[in-house]
């Protein structure tokens, strides 16, 4: 079920630069290496979670994303390669099973279309991974929308 919510959400997260199309592959290899280092966050939630560059149209072909854990609060110092980001907007969100990503992302853009809502792309598209003992972990897609 589709929802739309103010949020906001700080991290502690390496960047990373890649072409769209390679996202797939890439995005969760980011992750893997950031979980090698991911002990070294300070203040973390537990909570792994990706920030997207939006693509902007077809000429667009390389973006920018990061990897890393939510935190609950800025720490003082940071490993190196990291850095803090934080991000405040109003989201369309929707949550299933990481294996439907897919589907997660076709279900909330039908979704934006039919109720008349437009993705900002002044703003990071971001997944927010929940961790599930002996099942499929849980995802939950948020994309930016203009009020």
Not at 37 to 56: C, I
Not at 117 to 133: D, F, G, L, W
Not at 136 to 143: D, S, T
Request: charged content about 25%.
């Amino acid at each position: 079920m589709c929802k739309v919510a103010s949020k906001e959400f700080k991290a502690v997260v390496i960047r990373n630069n890649g072409l769209f199309k390679d996202y797939a592959r890439l995005v969760p290899e980011a992750a893997q290496a950031f979980l090698m280092q991911g002990h070294l966050v300070q203040n973390s939630s537990g909570l792994e979670v990706a920030f997207y560059e939006p693509k902007r149209g077809e000429d667009h072909l390389e973006g920018t994303f990061f990897t890393g854990y939510l935190v609950h609060e800025q720490a003082e110092t940071l490993p190196d390669g990291m850095e803090y980001i934080e991000a405040a907007h109003t989201y369309a969100s929707i949550r299933g099973k990481t294996g439907e990503m897919g589907d997660l992302y076709t279900r909330l853009n039908h979704w934006l279309s039919e109720n008349d809502r437009q993705q900002s792309i002044n703003q990071y598209i971001i997944e927010v991974y929940y961790p599930a003992a002996n099942e499929e972990e849980e995802a939950e897609v948020f994309i930016p929308i203009n009020d």
